[in-house]
């Protein structure tokens, strides 16, 4: 699949229509994914089982990038 296989990426936004993207770009490639949602629970967990469906390891965290306590408990 290529070198990014097996690694692991986390995406800020993954529930948005271009973090969603960037989520399944990824899965193709192989990468397991950490999707990274602020609002949006039920979209990021939709998002995260198509990632699985596609045969990666995907998991959901809710987390606000402004607020620098939930990034580092991230």
């Known amino acids: 699949m290529g070198e990014l296989e097996g690694k692991v990426a986390i995406v800020t ?3 948005g229509g271009l973090g969603g993207r960037i989520c399944l770009a990824l899965a193709h490639s192989g990468t397991n994914i950490v999707v990274l949602y602020n609002k949006s629970e039920n979209t990021a ?3 995260s089982t198509e990632l699985e469906n ?3 390891i995907s998991q959901t965290l809710k987390c606000d990038v402004t607020n620098p306590d939930q990034i580092d408990s991230v």
């Open 54 to 56: 596609l045969g990666v």
């Open 45 to 47: 967990k939709t998002i």
């Open 13 to 15: 936004g993954g529930s």
